[in-house]
């Protein structure tokens, strides 16, 4: 279900520029299908938010995207190209819920997981890696921290170091899965201000997030889901009310701040 907005969207990017494009992707657990022929063409050095309720599929689409989960039938491209040739370019930070937190590993041994291109198959970890992970770490505000245990940190600092971990890797397009989620507004505004400068470096970002009233601040773009894509396109035209009664099933009961009408 594609929405008309799609139409006016001023400037249709590129296959080959796309950071990642979806054609007709479906994926299905068992019988049951999470996201159906999904067609999207993320645009280039922007901060797109994936929207949705609950079960959505948001997640899915996202690990699709990655090659977690193999899709029923369609396409994922990078740059034009196969997601296989592609992936390295691409950094994840999952859901938090998601990750085993008991895990014992320090902090600092998390964000050098992002520097596995560079330490190669022995994985030595030279004075120069640990300098890279340290100053990921100061981007995000975490840098006391590195020979912490991970399962010792708040969910807003864990958040932070799997940011940083994501940022070690160098990637050109970052893949988060609500970044935002339970953290503060300290931890928030430190986690967009990583966002927006990785975005004027020339990076994509693409988010599932779920605070409706921060989508047309922090966002420039939205891909509006559920288990269909509903509308996709520049916040301003596709973030209307009518919109989002569609994505939601009419469970919205008010108006948003804004969201057009
Ligand atoms: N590993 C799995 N096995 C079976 N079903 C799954 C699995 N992962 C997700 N699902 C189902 O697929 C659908 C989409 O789930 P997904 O996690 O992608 O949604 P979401 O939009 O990210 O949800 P939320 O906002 O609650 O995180 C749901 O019905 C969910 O129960």
Same mark, same amino acid.
């Given at each position: 279900m594609l929405d008309a907005t799609q139409a006016i969207d001023p400037e249709p990017v590129d296959l080959a520029d796309s950071p990642l494009?979806?054609?007709?992707?479906?994926?299905?657990y068992g019988d049951s299908p999470a996201i159906e022929a999904v067609d999207a063409t993320f645009q280039p050095g922007q901060m797109t938010a994936i929207i949705g309720p609950n079960g959505a599929g948001k997640s899915t689409l996202l690990k699709s995207a990655l090659g977690i989960v193999r899709p029923v039938s369609g396409r994922v491209t990078c740059w034009g190209r196969p997601l296989s040739r592609q992936r390295y370019r691409i950094a994840y930070v999952p859901q938090r819920a998601s990750v085993d937190w008991d895990?014992?590993?320090?902090? !600092?041994?998390? #964000?050098?997981?992002?520097?596995? *291109?560079? /330490?190669? %198959?022995?994985?030595?970890?030279?004075?120069?890696h640990r300098d890279a992970a340290m100053a990921c770490l100061s981007r995000v505000g975490m840098e006391g921290f590195a020979t912490r245990q991970i399962g010792q940190l708040s969910g807003g600092q864990q958040q932070r170091v799997f940011l940083a971990r994501a940022?070690?890797?160098?990637?050109?397009?970052?893949?988060?899965?609500?970044p935002l989620a339970g953290v503060d507004a300290a931890t928030e505004k430190a986690i967009i201000d990583v966002l927006k400068s990785l975005k004027s470096e020339g990076r994509s970002i693409v988010a599932v997030h779920?605070? !409706?009233?921060? #989508?047309?601040?922090?966002?420039? *773009?939205? /891909?509006? %889901?559920?288990?269909?894509?509903?509308a996709e396109g520049p916040v301003l035209t596709t973030f209307t009310n009518a919109n989002l009664h569609i994505t939601y099933g009419g469970r919205l009961a008010a108006t948003l701040p804004g969201a057009g009408s």
């Open positions: 494009a979806l054609r007709g992707l479906t994926v299905a895990f014992p590993t320090r902090v !600092l041994d998390v #964000v050098l997981m992002g520097l596995y *291109r560079q /330490l190669g %198959l022995l994985g030595r970890v030279r004075a120069r940022l070690a890797q160098g990637a050109d397009l970052y893949l988060l899965d609500e779920h605070d !409706l009233s921060t #989508v047309s601040t922090y966002f420039e *773009r939205v /891909l509006l %889901l559920n288990r269909h894509q509903i």
